[in-house]
């Protein structure tokens, strides 16, 4: 008679499972919803610093526009109130990812390109009509710098959380943000241009660039929604 060889018995450490098992897909599940939890705040931290930061930028860039009666800052002041209802939807929208709103959302964002297009093309288009020659503003010449920075920070800091979280809606507000910077940034070359050799035409030239890139991301943003 064959005696049958004993059965081994392997002991795990405490608390640690068997691959494969129930449990380890439940602890793979629950690092997955931790995951997307953690992205999910930080998604609203970035559009939440970037409300707070466009609101105080109407008040600064309105008192700016007025003292050097700038109408590029007052277009820039114009731009931060679109900015402010975009982040609004996406706050909006990571309150509950569900696919209909995610496609309200999307629309809403088209739509918001829309209106930053109109903008870019009106305020470029008057400017060089006009020929007007605002005049220096160390304020807006400091606002917009140091809103250039921070923009683009906030741009690449959604760009990766939305890509991570598969939310084409916090994308698609992430390349609002960068139009935002590129604005920023072409608006502070137009002051201090303006202020150094008087080339006042070189923020509204600027202007027509980032219009372009407005149309095209409001057609890809409708599309999608």
């Known amino acids: 008679m064959t005696r049958k060889p004993p059965m081994k018995v392997i002991r795990l450490p405490s608390g640690s499972v068997m691959p494969g098992t129930v449990c380890e897909t439940h602890e793979v599940a629950d690092t997955a919803d931790q995951l997307r939890a953690r992205l999910l705040r930080r998604g609203r931290t970035l559009e939440a610093i970037t409300l707070g930061w466009n609101i105080v930028g ?66 470029s288009t008057i400017v060089l009509i006009v020929g007007f020659r605002p005049h220096s503003s160390p304020l807006g010449i400091l606002w917009t710098g140091v809103t250039a920075f921070v923009m683009f920070g906030l741009a690449f800091g959604k760009a990766r959380t939305g ?27 137009g002051l201090v241009l303006n202020a150094a050799a008087g080339w006042w035409w ?5 202007g027509y660039v980032l219009l372009y890139y407005a149309v095209r991301e409001a057609r890809a943003s409708l599309d999608r929604g």
């Open 163 to 189: 890509t991570t979280l598969k939310n084409p809606v916090l994308r698609a507000e992430g390349r609002i943000t960068m139009i935002d910077g590129i604005l920023a940034t072409a608006v502070l070359c």
């Open 58 to 123: 109407v008040f600064v860039l309105a008192f700016a526009a007025v003292r050097a009666r700038s109408v590029a800052l007052a277009g820039f002041g114009l731009d931060s109130l679109i900015e402010i209802g975009a982040s609004a939807v996406v706050l909006w929208q990571l309150a509950d990812a569900h696919e209909e709103r995610q496609r309200r959302a999307m629309r809403l964002i088209g739509f918001a390109f829309v209106g930053l297009a109109v903008y870019l093309g009106v305020q």
């Open 202 to 206: 070189a923020d509204p030239f600027a």
